[in-house]
């Protein structure tokens, strides 16, 4: 019985469409065969889990030609039938499964490692355009409002854009009209930020502010008056340190 070629066995356990009818067939009717994609299949299937959540990219026609140079197999037929042996000896019998085997196996080892090289390189780039968090502040209640508690993060792109992130808890004096705050170290001045609606916003920081000048976060609640001043009513507040 003639079976699979081994590098299309590591094809077809990519994902790879490269089965004709007859192979379909075949594999239907050789439990070897069948065995040795499924346990390749696994292969694959372990190998995918490990590399991280992002979606993993198809990979481009070199990566499979760079397999094939290293094969010695044509790129443009990989699942073309190989053409019929002459005899062999019971010694060649038993040396060539072993041997298309190893083929199979270095072909899947060789498109998993091209294949993960892909997502892992996809990962580095979306991780080193995410933001980075340069400051941190845990805001504390004032007495008025002794359950609240509260949180800030800023955090500064690639082009140095600044937003600070603040989450307050849920007894944060909810459906109030509350507004955020930048206030200097000496109380001496402040920078509205905006209004937080629910438990978590993220404002812009103007370009220019110095946080080590203007390092306290403020969330106050405001009456509806049309007076842009601080009320004087906080609920929490807290220093930002530097990460």
Do not use: K
């Not at 085997?101 to 993960?116: D, F, G, K, P």
């Not at 808890?169 to 955020?180: F, K, M, N």
């Amino acid at each position: 019985m003639s079976h699979l070629d081994p590098e299309q066995m590591a094809l077809l356990a990519l994902g790879e469409s490269v089965a004709s009818l007859a192979d379909c067939a075949h594999l239907r009717s050789c439990p070897a065969c069948a065995a040795e994609l499924a346990e390749l299949q696994e292969t694959v299937q372990v190998a995918r889990t490990v590399v991280a959540d992002g979606d993993l990219e198809s990979p481009p026609d070199r990566v499979w030609g760079a397999i094939a140079d290293e094969l010695g197999i044509d790129p443009a037929h990989p699942a073309q039938a190989p053409a019929e042996a002459p005899p062999t000896t019971a010694a060649d019998d038993d040396a060539a499964p072993r041997r298309g085997r190893m083929r199979t196996m270095w072909a899947l080892a060789a498109s998993l490692v091209l294949v993960a090289g892909v997502g892992i390189g996809a990962w580095v780039v979306t991780s080193s355009l995410s933001p980075a968090s340069i400051a941190t502040a845990a805001l504390d209640p004032f007495p008025d409002h002794p359950g609240a508690t509260g949180t800030a993060d800023v955090e500064e792109s690639r082009d140095g854009a600044r937003r600070l992130v603040v989450t307050v808890g849920s007894d944060a004096v909810p459906d109030t009209y509350r507004e955020v705050w930048l206030i200097r170290n000496d109380a001496g001045a402040l920078i509205s930020l905006g209004v937080l609606e629910g438990d978590t916003g993220s404002f812009a920081i103007p370009d220019g502010v110095d946080l080590a000048e203007y390092s306290l976060v403020d969330v106050s609640v405001e009456p509806i008056d049309g007076d842009p001043a601080h009320s004087g009513d906080s609920i929490v507040r807290g220093e930002l340190d530097q990460v």
